[in-house]
């Protein structure tokens, strides 16, 4: 048992290194960025990239669907836009004289959402079933989604103009958060090298194919979480519900999330168990879009992120006899 799983996480780190070569080819100098992507694809979630116009967010996501060679759609959210233009329609054949359903771009193995939140919320509500539950009703029919699916959405600040906030249930079924951030000088020095006579897009061919990220997942599923560390992470949980300055803390599906990251991001370590590094490392990501803070926090401009950490630096830490 013990080496066909590290035959597994063998495989795993050589598919997964491919794949991560290929987006950081595209996206320079910023490692991190690519290797969270990464471990949400594997932990089976879903990824909001969110940042300021022009700091490479629809890049990432457009350079990891591109790396994997399944069915891509990408969806341009505008005002406009209706549900039945993201999940599909039953239209009218003339010929057969019944209604028939035609998809819409949400089946796919990675859906791009650029701009998620210029989209009213009607429409940004669309996506909620496809995303839990991997299916979609339409006219009283549910289709299913095949696996993998993963949704990765960008969004420019809620300040910006045009946007609309993303509601709470709709920010809880994304497994991470990130944001890109500014490349420092010499890897935008070399971005202007790069990018400046073509766009690496074009060249980026697909590293691995849908059916071999099934399989990693597969994988990532079997990776060993001892019980002292599920208690660290439900404690970590309980301490945003309980904490004075959030009005609203995590919910038992970001429990669900954070220990799939850890397993995932353990995988990409090649280790077939979670230690609570691995919790602490994707608490920020995976927790702290999910939290909203009281009105007093947000008068001090306390951050979400900045919560979670300091719950991370005073939570107890499991030792192995725990």
């Known amino acids: 048992m013990r080496n066909g799983a590290s035959r597994g996480l ?31 694809l594997l932990a089976e979630g879903h990824l909001l990239i969110e940042d300021v116009p022009g700091v490479g967010k629809t890049m990432l996501a457009k350079a990891l669907a591109r790396s994997v060679d399944g069915s891509v759609r990408r969806v341009q959210f505008t005002p406009d836009l209706l549900p039945s233009d993201i999940t599909g329609v039953s239209a009218f054949n003339q010929e057969s004289r019944d209604f028939e359903f035609k998809p ?18 009607k429409t940004q509500s669309a996506l ?34 045009g946007t609309y906030p993303l509601p ?5 079924r994304f497994t991470a958060r990130i944001s890109m951030g500014y490349p420092d000088p010499g890897a935008e020095l070399e971005m202007l090298d790069v990018h400046g006579r073509s766009s690496p ?21 079997q990776v060993h979480v001892a019980q002292g560390v599920r208690r660290y992470a439900i404690d970590l949980i309980t301490a945003t ?23 995932a991001l353990a995988a990409l370590e090649e280790r077939d168990y979670v230690v609570p590094d691995d919790i602490q490392a994707l608490a920020v990501p995976v927790l702290a879009h999910r939290l ?23 939570l107890p830490v499991p030792t192995p006899h725990r």
């Open 104 to 121: 819409g771009p949400i089946f796919a193995n990675i859906v791009v959402g650029d701009e998620i939140n210029r989209a009213s919320p």
């Open 10 to 40: 063998d495989e795993l780190a050589q598919v997964a290194g491919k794949i991560r070569g290929a987006v950081e080819s595209v996206i320079e100098g910023k490692p991190d960025a690519v290797r969270l992507a990464l471990t949400v």
């Open 201 to 221: 897009l074009e060249g980026l061919a697909p590293v691995a194919f849908s059916h071999d990220v099934r399989a990693l997942i597969d994988v990532v599923r």
């Open 168 to 172: 709470e249930a709709q920010r809880d």
């Open 292 to 314: 909203l803070p009281t009105a007093e926090a947000q008068v001090e401009r306390r951050l979400p992120e900045q919560v979670v950490r300091e719950i991370v630096d005073r």
């Open 241 to 263: 519900r309980r904490h004075p300055e959030l009005r609203l803390g995590a919910s038992p599906r970001a429990t669900l999330h954070l220990v799939r990251a850890a397993r």
């Open 128 to 161: 909620l079933e496809c995303m839990e539950e991997r299916q979609v009703t339409v006219d009283g029919t549910t289709y299913e989604l095949e696996r993998p699916f993963m949704v990765i959405a960008t969004q420019n600040p809620i300040e910006m103009e």
